[in-house]
């Protein structure tokens, strides 16, 4: 059974810095592009950062760019989003999600998500 977990979260301050470590289980882990995506209170799920499955290749959102790093550690099958200048609108669950391939920047293309982590930026 494939399995996903993510933690990490929690509450900072604006400025403040996270980092989100996803767990993989039950897959090869280094067969599958790895990505993270958000989901706001009345807001629809969002395209946070991805990563190949070699981690030689990374993409990112324009509101995330220069301030979130994605990275991976296949002999340790995770995935990790370092958050840096965290801002308001940050705030949201990070899900973790595995994707055998597609656009990496598509919900459709991935094949396994994680439950969620919340993160909350105060002003």
């Known amino acids: 059974q494939v399995q996903l977990v993510e933690s990490g979260g929690g509450l900072v301050q604006a400025g403040g810095s996270l980092r989100l470590s996803c767990a993989a289980s039950?897959?090869?882990?280094?067969?599958?592009?790895m990505g993270w995506f958000r989901q706001a209170p009345g807001k629809e799920r969002e395209f946070v950062a991805a990563?190949?499955?070699?981690?030689?290749?990374?993409r990112y959102a324009d509101s995330v760019k220069g301030r979130f790093t994605i990275s991976r550690d296949n002999a340790k099958n995770t995935v990790y989003l370092q958050m840096n200048s965290l801002k308001p609108e940050d705030t949201a669950v990070y899900y973790c999600?595995?994707?055998?391939?597609?656009?990496?920047?598509?919900?459709?293309?991935?094949?396994?998500w994680g439950q969620g982590t919340q993160v909350t930026v105060s002003s």
């Open positions: 999600a595995a994707s055998a391939g597609g656009d990496s920047r598509r919900e459709q293309n991935y094949d396994h």
């Open positions: 039950g897959l090869t882990f280094s067969n599958y592009a």
């Open positions: 990563i190949t499955w070699s981690g030689s290749m990374t």
